[in-house]
T-cell receptor, first 106, second 116 residues
Framework: GIQVEQSPPDLILQEGANSTLRCNFSDSVNNLQWFHQNPWGQLINLFYIPSGTKQNGRLSATTVATERYSLLYISSSQTTDSGVYFCAVEDYKLSFGAGTTVTVRA | GAVVSQHPSRVICKSGTSVKIECRSLDFQATTMFWYRQFPKQSLMLMATSNEGSKATYEQGVEKDKFLINHASLTLSTLTVTSAHPEDSSFYIC???FGRGSYEQYFGPGTRLTVT
């Protein structure tokens, strides 16, 4: 099956800092999604981005499908950004990376 | 839009009993629904895929007789954990896709199952 690698595994930020999370995948995909899992376990859809660039407020994402990677940018981080960020890709099923745990300190 | 609900959010049951978890798409008709399992501090693993009115497709290693999935309508799928044992304790999350050329999945809030 398709392999999904996320880096870094853990990220500690000071409030107001910017950061980049990376997702590498091993094969062509139909779908790529970024999620934020909050402390209660709810997966919040951030981006549906099989290719191209999208922005939503302080978050933006870029997927370069031909090079099999995607980047999630968090700008001016806030404590509410803390949590686990998952990248998931789909060939015939949605496969999740191991996640990046982000901690934003006030 | 694209809201998925799950019920219950948390359930504790005794070993040997069965537990049913409901997944509903509230504001759209879901062509396909999915069930995932997440162990503490781990990622999500797909258990099965279900389409309305047809049998679920289970991932390798998932016991279909233990995890019964019914997708009775375009807005409701249920997962029944039969004869539950402590090792079935986990966080179960459903998702739904409304098709029409989009692969995007929308996730429910999850159900935390504890088997004593």
């Amino acid at each position: 099956g398709i392999q999904v690698e996320q880096s870094p595994p853990d990220l500690i930020l000071q409030e107001g800092a910017n950061s980049t999370l990376r997702c590498n995948f091993s094969d062509s995909v139909n779908n790529l999604q970024w999620f934020h899992q909050n402390p209660w376990g709810q997966l919040i859809n951030l981006f549906y981005i099989p290719s191209g660039t999208k922005q939503n407020g302080r978050l933006s994402a870029t997927t370069v499908a031909t090079e099999r990677y995607s980047l999630l940018y968090i700008s001016s981080s806030q404590t509410t950004d803390s949590g686990v960020y998952f990248c998931a890709v789909e060939d015939y099923k949605l496969s999740f990376g191991a996640g990046t745990t982000v901690t934003v300190r006030a | 839009g694209a809201v998925v609900s799950q019920h219950p959010s948390r359930v504790i049951c005794k070993s040997g009993t069965s537990v049913k978890i409901e997944c509903r798409s509230l504001d759209f008709q879901a062509t396909t629904m999915f069930w995932y399992r997440q162990f503490p501090k781990q990622s999500l693993m797909l258990m099965a895929t279900s389409n309305e009115g047809s049998k679920a497709t289970y991932e390798q290693g998932v016991e279909k007789d233990k995890f019964l999935i019914n997708h009775a309508s375009l807005t409701l799928s249920t997962l029944t954990v039969t004869s539950a044992h402590p090792e079935d304790s986990s966080f179960y999350i459903c998702s739904a896709n409304f098709g029409r050329g989009s692969y995007e999945q929308y996730f429910g809030p999850g159900t935390r199952l504890t088997v004593t």
